[in-house]
């Protein structure tokens, strides 16, 4: 199949070294799009994960392979380092041909809105205030990953679509969504103080598209849960992407959905 092309694309929280990435997804959405832009906004690597065990299996190297070709086939390839991946900020600033890294950066899409990217853990007061506490969250919701691979393997025996067990748990805990909602508002206020239209960010594994006070907040999901990408189409006009709904109408072979469900703005 052709790829389909946009102006820009927006993935983060790939997690790749991590055993519950869904690096297969991944790997599947980079083959099937093409774009001008391609912002990895954090996370893309585990670090933290690969700290305590090597796991980095061929489906892992293929998605930064996909990305490298990408960057020589002319895409312009920003990388935006998150906390599980933060010892790449040592590196940023750094520039390569089409390749360049940097904590954060200002988009201007193709209808002249000014779009503040950046993964967003820097307005995260768990992150910043204990990194013991933030670990051990993160191995916590390691264990919940592990557990949403065995529900998949079982929904998909018995024919039923993707379906993200820890999202579900996340967004049915009041604290969580309590959290995410104080996460929107910060990034949300950066955004406005840095006197731009809006913002695009991820780290917090919660897509989205909405107005907060003004600000057009995107984030652009993960490829853990939600396996979600924010686009940018010619017209600057843009889009959040649910890929296991999507990949059945683009033509993959897995039967998931019946069409791609989409949150404009």
């Excluded at 980079?30 to 690597?45: I, K, N, P, Q, R």
């Excluded at 950046?118 to 307005?123: N, P, R, T, Y």
């Amino acid at each position: 199949m052709k790829p389909v092309r946009y102006r820009s694309i927006f993935i983060s929280d790939a997690h790749l070294g991590f055993r519950g990435a869904r690096a297969d997804y991944l790997l599947e959405f980079l083959d099937a799009t093409e774009s001008d832009y391609l912002y990895l906004v954090g996370d893309m690597v585990d670090v933290w994960e690969m700290r305590k065990r090597v796991y980095w299996p061929r489906e892992h190297h293929l998605v930064i392979k996909r990305i490298m070709e990408k960057v020589w086939s002319g895409t312009r390839v920003v990388y935006l380092p998150g906390n599980h991946d933060e010892a790449l900020r040592d590196y940023n600033d750094s520039v390569i041909d089409n390749f360049s890294m940097t904590d954060q950066i200002v988009h201007t899409t193709a209808d002249g809105r000014k779009l503040l990217v950046l993964h967003g853990d820097q307005f995260d007061t768990v992150v910043k205030c204990s990194r013991a506490v933030a670990m051990l969250g993160s191995r916590c919701y390691g264990l919940l990953i592990r557990a949403n691979h065995w529900v998949h393997l079982v929904r998909r025996l018995f024919g039923f679509p993707y379906w993200s067990l820890a999202a579900h748990v996340k967004h049915r805990v009041k604290n969580a969504v309590a959290y995410i909602s104080n996460f929107e508002d910060m990034v949300a206020w950066e955004a406005s103080r840095q006197g731009v239209d809006g913002v695009v960010c991820g780290h917090i594994h919660h897509a989205e598209v909405r107005d907060v006070d003004g600000v057009l907040y995107c984030n652009d999901g993960d490829w853990v849960e939600s396996c979600t990408a924010l686009v940018e189409h010619h017209d600057g006009s843009l889009e959040l992407l649910w890929w296991a709904e999507c990949r059945d109408a683009w033509g993959y072979n897995e039967a998931v959905a019946p069409a791609a469900d989409s949150r404009a703005a």
